[in-house]
């Protein structure tokens, strides 16, 4: 029998209480886009892979003068695997079949702002919520550098994550704190329903013009709806609309 594929994807706290995406529930489908950062195996959600790379011919430049890592520029590409795709980003070019250590993540980062369609469908067999410990060396708390993180299993993510920090038992609370920065999920790739159709079109809100009726698909906001004029709805949701005519 050939061995599963299960992908284990860290989710920010930020992203599920921003409603980006449903707090993920063990048993549930999910869709997302993916971005994978190239890390040290000693990583607790690291993992080693063999994928092929696409890489963008122009490096962009990141960071911040005031960050400890300054500017620098990065390199920017689509990582393909055995049902999966992810945006890769990495100080160093490489290209075509390659041998990657890191952590996949979906944090509203690099597979947004380049409008990706690095994308995974799977089903969650796993929920875990990620805390980090924090210390007050000089009256302000902050992560502690190099610290482990510990988790905690669930059947639901949490919609509010606990930033407060909470103390284990018998501890100095001037030592040490953990805090709630999101969750690590484990999707199947294999154990996963078909797709349904989708209808042709969604029906929101209607309007009604002098020449037609102008119809809002409450699903399709990027690609065009087969059979009519389309345009732009000048809006930030960025809907496509529809025009049918009167009869």
Not at 93 to 122: C, D, H, I, W
């Amino acid at each position: 029998m050939s061995r599963r594929r299960v992908l284990p994807v860290s989710i920010g706290a930020s992203v599920i209480e921003a409603g980006d995406i449903s707090p993920p529930r063990v048993g549930s489908v999910v869709e997302m886009r993916l971005d994978f950062t190239e890390t040290p195996e000693s990583v607790n959600d690291a993992v080693t892979l063999q994928a092929v790379l696409e890489l963008q011919p122009t490096p962009r430049l990141e960071g911040h003068p005031a960050h400890a890592d300054g500017r620098y520029w990065c390199w920017i590409g689509e990582l393909h695997g055995d049902g999966w795709r992810a945006t890769w980003f990495g100080r160093r070019p490489k290209m075509g079949p390659v041998s990657v250590t890191g952590r996949f993540q979906n944090s509203r980062g690099l597979a947004y702002k380049q409008g990706s369609r690095s994308e995974v469908r799977g089903q969650v067999t796993r929920v875990q919520v990620k805390a980090i410990p924090y210390h007050c060396p000089d009256g302000r708390w902050q992560p502690l550098p190099g610290g482990p993180s510990i988790y905690r299993d669930v059947e639901l993510a949490p919609r509010w994550f606990n930033r407060g920090g909470r103390r284990e038992e018998d501890q100095d609370p001037k030592l040490l704190l953990w805090r709630d920065s999101g969750v690590l999920i484990e999707i199947d790739l294999d154990d996963v329903p078909r797709r349904t159709s989708r209808p042709t079109i969604v029906p929101g809100d209607v309007s009604i013009g002098d020449h037609g009726i102008w119809v809002v698909d409450n699903q399709l906001l990027r690609s065009p709806v087969p059979g009519g004029d389309h345009f732009r709805c000048p809006t930030t949701f960025e809907a496509w609309l529809t025009i049918g005519c009167c009869e």
